[in-house]
């Protein structure tokens, strides 16, 4: 099953991906120093909407609750017989609550938020909104990465975000691929977001962070408010640790609403 999502993931998917950073946030500025992507939680991302999975366990027929709840019981106490997993299995099944499967709805979410990690990234580099809010209103930089580089050094899946206008709603029974249904959930977001064009490496959270080499690196780009301070600072590093990163700066298209990259390094 997960080799179907990482083989889909890289089919289709930019050469390059896109991380927009501001460099006066020292964890921003870590990235390129330390040579280190962090995963996030969903907790921390900006759009509440995004990873609240609309589960429904309140749909699920009298019989699919039994056989959930038979299957719950058989894992948790494989020592019962069948004739005493049936009986138990329909005196929970006839006890159980909307409550209670408005709890159990609660839990799975919040089971899910907090067990995957993900890394959001862009396939663009000229995204004057992107540019506006991630990289301190031009005045950051953006990290080129070769996606199939990353890919294998994050060991774990690629997902092109998908923009919808509405959740769809996963009804866990004791039938369900749980994964199959969840993992394509993963990258579900509103239509508002969609220039974007985001993609996401996402990874059960066993750890905070992943490290990169200087090859993983294909591009920096640096925005185009950015101070000469920066600018000087960002180069003397690219210099010494990103000896073959193309280096560019972003300009202001002199009569058109865009940007323009121009080569520095």
Not at 139 to 167: C, M, P, Q, R, W
Not at 186 to 212: A, C, M, N, Q
Not at 220 to 236: C, F, P, R, Y
């Amino acid at each position: 099953m997960l080799e179907r999502y990482i083989q889909d993931g890289l089919v289709g998917a930019p050469d390059v991906l896109y991380k927009y950073r501001s460099w006066d946030d020292k964890n921003h500025k870590d990235i390129l120093l330390s040579k280190r992507l962090y995963y996030s939680k969903a907790d921390s991302f900006n759009d509440p909407f995004d990873i609240n999975i609309k589960i429904s366990y309140q749909s699920l027929t009298e019989d699919q609750l039994f056989d959930m709840v038979k299957k719950i019981l058989n894992e948790n106490e494989p020592h019962l017989s069948e004739e005493f997993l049936i009986r138990d299995a329909k005196r929970i099944a006839k006890e159980t609550t909307k409550q209670t499967l408005i709890d159990r709805e609660k839990a799975q979410l919040d089971l899910i938020r907090n067990t995957y990690g993900v890394i959001c990234l862009s396939s663009n580099n000229k995204s004057i909104l992107m540019w506006s809010y991630y990289a301190n209103s031009h005045a950051g930089f953006v990290i080129g990465f070769n996606t199939k580089k990353l890919f294998f050094k994050s060991a774990g899946l690629l997902g092109e975000v998908h923009y919808v206008d509405k959740y769809s709603t996963i009804i866990l029974n004791s039938g369900i691929d749980v994964m199959e249904h969840i993992i394509p959930q993963l990258v579900y977001k509103s239509h508002v977001w969609k220039h974007e064009g985001e993609y996401r490496f996402i990874k059960r959270k066993t750890i905070d962070f992943f490290e990169f080499s200087s090859d993983d690196v294909d591009e920096i780009i640096l925005g185009a408010n950015i101070s000469v301070k920066d600018e000087q600072e960002i180069i003397s590093i690219c210099k010494s640790n990103y000896p073959s990163t193309k280096i560019y700066k972003m300009l202001l298209h002199s009569t058109k609403f865009q940007l323009e990259l121009h080569n520095l390094l």
